[in-house]
């Protein structure tokens, strides 16, 4: 019987030990090193949406998109509206809600035609932020993006000190974008409030589009003839209203503020024939806007232990991404390397 | 060595443990076979099918690949067929002065980027150097025709060509796409009449897309896909992969296959697959160990398995050699007992199995030999306890013997003739009784003896008593139980002659018939009665060989009524000594008849040698009979 027992205890003793070496001792240092802290999935996919998705201006934003999307180890997607299409965003933005991806990044064409979809998403669990362009009365979580106002400000004390504070300037905008509005708003009414010998000459629409400012600042020039100055409140009309001054020969009269960095605009202030333009943090909109939303799909966030169903935000439901001034002087830091 | 023989010889192992080995070899073999069998193919199913999953894996993963280099051919070809584009190779800046062209131009590039968002950027550059793109523009100064890519271009000859992560060149995206975070694909554009190189289309996919097409793919626990092109040089890898200084030499001018390498002491098994369009190789990568999760499994449920049916059969076994050994050992145990002389041991038998029946013939056995060995003991102590009443009946007389020689030396000096005769006799009597202390004589001595007693008799009685000897010719050497005869004819002189009127006759006859020697003893005396003869002849039948031996109840009783029957216990007395001595088919036979005599007939056997003490033989004899 004693015997018997030792037998046993001996088999059971090994049976364990196999067990041990089979699962506990199991050797977990895989041929991957496991990430550690924040890590997602591949199949969690995060969509940027925005409006005339070829442009060079979110290049750099996606940039941030996916290097935020790799820092975390999610996977990341490009849509949005080939065309200024108000309705065509719509119909994107509702397709890409119908796949319920984990989050969306939208950059709103205006402030009102996408409310209805992104409140859609919303209530459908998909976190959604805006970046760039905000729809304040949606239920995005948050805006990540340029305070266009202050942007205009900066751009008007720019325009000041370039101009010596006295002639005519224009502005070439967009009006329908809530962002290029604001940058006018902020724009105008510094000038109006610091600088009383600026004079306004006119407000133009260049639709956004290159050849329009252009010739809308051929306009300009043409019934301003002694005009300082032209504040453009986005890329593409920038680079019509150097290409305006430079066919016009008024580059030594003429100071052009501009807005963003792509290529162009950059080649443009190198050149001198932009005077400066406003850079905006994009890559910071892309890469925080990825962050917030995988803060939100993984439920990161805890501001406080219940505040769903409350009004508290997860997450800073503003980030300011600042804007710098960019002249001939720093322009080689905006060169790719 | 003689020891290990010794050990190995299965006769020398102990019954138990014998049963014991039987049992383990018959339960734990079989089953420990059929177990390593089974992991052995569940191993190599698993193992295909793991190889088989990975292959499938890349094979998918490398269509998408495919899919994208695809696209990004046929953009190249697009880009090719523009007119705004071909007119830039033909005629250099000049054609794009025109602000017009230069927009048109580049929003049809732009174009391309915002269907493809996988494109990081498109460059086209003509043979002269000059280049036009949107989104990407030269370092230096000096001509992108130099580049490494650019030629590799131009020997490929309008042949899509990937060139994979563009290091060291003098290109950047506006973007800041790193040189790792892009794959570039070139394509020459030439003139379809000349062939000679117009330019080169350029353009940069986002690793990113590889990235996600190969990223979530796992292998196994933490087995990934790694991307490489035809130069060994890697595309794609996981960030966080730990392959160390894996060697990927295999890999070249093979189009698919597998092999293992050992890394950092990990043994770690390729998977991989070449795509002929784009050049790459997806190579999936796997540590041998994970893609044993399954087999981990199968493998614990088999051990299990084998250990259950272990222990099972242990316990089996254990018990059952147990219930057919611990009998036997119990057995061995009592007999060595029975070995040491302890003759009162039983086996307590509860069991109906052989085991049962072995121990109820041991018990039996046992106390048979009980039984004879404490018979025998019996016998030699009546036969010790008669001679020594013989000896004590010697004693006596061998005193008076030499008395008598005296008696008898004195009688002749006085000349008293009678007396010397009388005298004589009686000590020849004695001499014949004493016979030196032998149990047999020959039937002559005992016939003398016989004699002798019935002279004196004779001398005493005078003409009362008449005595006649006949003796068969060739009888008188036969050995005889000695002092048979005197008690007899004592009887027959005391109860027979002595109480009858008149003289009387005692016959002594001694003749062979049937094989014995009967001795009889015939008396025209008083008789006796009827009832006493049935109880005389009851008491003498009632002396059995194995009875007296045994001491029995019955031969006591018998000797305790004796006492009743006076006289009769030399009758008993001899009759006990030749029945003790030559079993219950001898001894004696009684007839008589009132006022008519009695005839005593004493059935001997005939024993052939005198020097043999033959009554063993005989004991068996009478046993066989």
């Known amino acids: 019987m004693k015997k018997l027992l030792m037998v046993y205890i001996v088999l059971i003793g090994t049976l364990m030990v196999y067990l041990y070496m089979a699962f506990v001792r199991g050797d977990d240092s895989g041929l991957l090193n496991e990430s550690e802290g924040l890590h997602g999935s591949m199949d969690q996919k995060y969509v940027m949406v925005n409006f005339l998705t070829g442009i060079d201006y979110w290049k750099n934003g996606l940039k941030g998109f996916e290097d935020a999307a790799e820092a ?25 809600i119908a796949r319920n991806p984990a989050g969306i990044a939208v950059s709103a064409i205006n402030s009102e035609a996408l409310n209805a979809a992104i409140n859609k998403a919303v209530d459908a669990g998909i976190p959604v932020v805006m970046f760039d362009s905000d729809a304040p009365d949606s239920k995005a979580y948050s805006f990540l993006g340029t305070d266009n106002y ?17 002639g005519k300037i224009g502005i070439i905008t967009h009006p329908n974008q809530l962002n290029l509005q604001e940058r006018t708003r902020g724009f105008e009414e510094t000038i109006r409030a610091s600088y009383p010998d600026l004079k306004l000459a006119g407000v133009e629409d260049g639709k956004g589009d290159q050849l329009v400012s252009e010739q809308k600042a051929v306009q300009l020039l043409a019934r301003n003839p002694d005009l300082k100055g032209i504040f453009v409140t986005e890329a593409n009309g920038g680079v019509g209203a150097g290409n305006a001054i430079l066919r016009g020969a008024k580059l030594n009269q003429v100071r052009v503020i501009s807005f963003d960095t792509d290529k162009g605009t950059l080649d443009m202030v190198k050149s001198g024939t932009i005077a400066a333009t406003i850079a905006q943090g994009t890559w910071n909109m892309g890469y925080w ?49 | ?72 051919q046929n953009i190249s070809y697009f880009i090719a067929m523009d007119p705004e584009i071909q007119s830039f190779l033909r005629e250099g800046e000049s054609a794009i002065d025109d602000d017009g062209e230069r927009y048109r131009m580049s929003k049809f590039l732009q174009s391309f980027t915002t269907l493809y968002s996988e494109v990081a950027g498109i460059i086209v550059v003509r043979a002269n150097g000059d280049y036009f793109s949107n989104e990407m523009y030269a370092r230096t100064g000096k001509s992108l025709t130099e580049e490494s890519w650019y030629q590799e271009a131009v020997q490929a000859k309008g042949i899509f060509k990937i060139i994979g992560h563009p290091a060291g060149r003098n290109v950047t995206t506006h973007a800041n796409y790193k040189e790792s975070e892009v794959v570039s694909v070139v394509r020459a554009i030439q003139n379809p009449d000349t062939q000679r190189t117009e330019g080169v289309v350029l353009i940069d996919l986002k690793l990113r897309v590889i990235a996600e097409t190969v990223r979530d793919v796992r292998l196994g626990k933490s087995g990934f896909l790694m991307v490489v092109n035809d130069e060994g040089e890697r595309i794609y890898m996981p960030r966080n992969a730990n392959l160390g200084s894996a060697d990927l030499k295999q890999l070249s001018g093979q189009s698919s296959g597998t092999f293992s390498q050992t890394v950092n002491g990990r043994r770690l098994q390729f998977t ?62 009592f007999m060595r007992k029975v070995e040491e002389g302890n003759m009162t041991i039983r086996i307590p038998v509860e069991r109906e199995d052989e085991m049962g029946v072995l121990g109820r013939s041991f018990n039996k056995m046992l106390s048979q030999i009980t039984r004879l060995i404490s018979q025998v003991r019996e016998e030699q102590q009546l036969k010790r306890e008669a001679e020594l009443r013989s000896l004590q009946a010697h004693i006596q007389p061998h005193f008076l013997y030499n008395t008598l020689d005296t008696i008898q030396w004195l009688a002749r000096k006085d000349g008293a003739q009678e007396a010397t005769e009388m005298v004589e006799t009686l000590s020849k009597l004695f001499r014949l009784g004493l016979s030196k202390g032998q149990e047999f004589i020959s039937l002559a001595d005992e016939i003398e003896h016989i004699r002798s007693y019935l002279k004196i008799q004779q001398t005493r009685y005078k003409e009362k008593l ?75 039948e009632a002396v059995s060989a194995p009875a007296v031996a045994a001491g029995s109840s019955e031969a006591t009783e018998a000797g305790r009524r004796l006492n009743g029957l006076s006289a009769s216990y030399g009758l008993w007395n001899v009759q006990e000594r030749i029945r003790l001595s030559f079993g219950e088919s001898y001894g004696i036979t009684l007839e008589s008849k009132e006022k008519a005599g009695t005839i005593v007939t004493i059935k001997h056997p005939i024993q052939l040698r005198k020097e043999e003490t033959a009554h063993g033989k005989d004991l068996e004899s009478s046993h066989s009979g």
């Open chain 1, 150 to 166: 202050k942007a205009g400000v900066t751009a008007a004390h720019k325009m000041a000190e370039l101009t010596g504070g006295i």
């Open chain 1, 72 to 96: 975390l180890g999610v996977s990341v997607e490009y849509r949005g509206s080939t065309q200024y299409d108000v309705q065509e965003e719509v119909m994107v933005l509702e397709q890409v």
């Open chain 2, 466 to 540: 008449n005595y006649r000897i006949d003796m068969d010719e060739n009888c008188g050497d036969m050995p005889v139980l000695k002092l048979i005869l005197q008690p007899i004819v004592e009887n027959a002189i005391y109860h027979g002659i002595k109480e009858r009127r008149g003289p009387g006759l005692v016959e002594v006859r001694a003749s062979v018939a049937g094989g014995m020697l009967n001795l009889t003893v015939r008396d025209d005396g008083a008789g006796m009665k009827e009832e006493r003869l049935e109880a005389l002849r009851a008491t003498l």
């Open chain 2, 272 to 333: 991989y697959q070449k795509s002929p369009f784009t050049n790459w190789t997806t190579v999936g990568v796997f540590a041998v160990s994970d893609s044993a999760q399954e087999i981990k499994d199968i493998n614990l449920y088999l051990v299990a398995f084998v250990s259950i049916v272990c222990m099972l059969g242990i316990a089996a076994s254990y018990y059952l050699s147990h219930s057919i050994s611990r009998p036997i050992s119990q057995l061995t145990s």
């Open chain 1, 289 to 337: 806007s990825l962050m917030q939303l995988f803060h939100l799909r993984n439920d990161i966030v805890e501001p406080k232990a219940n505040w769903r169903g409350s009004n508290i935000s997860p997450v800073p439901v503003y980030v300011d991404t600042g804007v710098t001034v960019v002249t001939k002087a720093d322009v080689d830091h905006y060169y790719a390397k």
């Open chain 2, 1 to 72: 060595m003689k020891q290990l023989q010794r050990w190995f010889q299965l006769n020398n192992w102990s019954i138990r443990y014998k049963l014991i080995f039987h049992f383990l070899l018959i339960s734990i073999v079989p089953s420990m076979g059929i177990g390593l069998l089974m992991g052995w193919t569940a191993n190599g199913i698993v193992e295909k099918q793991v190889n088989s999953h990975t292959t499938q894996l890349i094979d998918s993963v490398n269509k998408s690949l495919d899919t994208y280099a695809g696209n990004i």
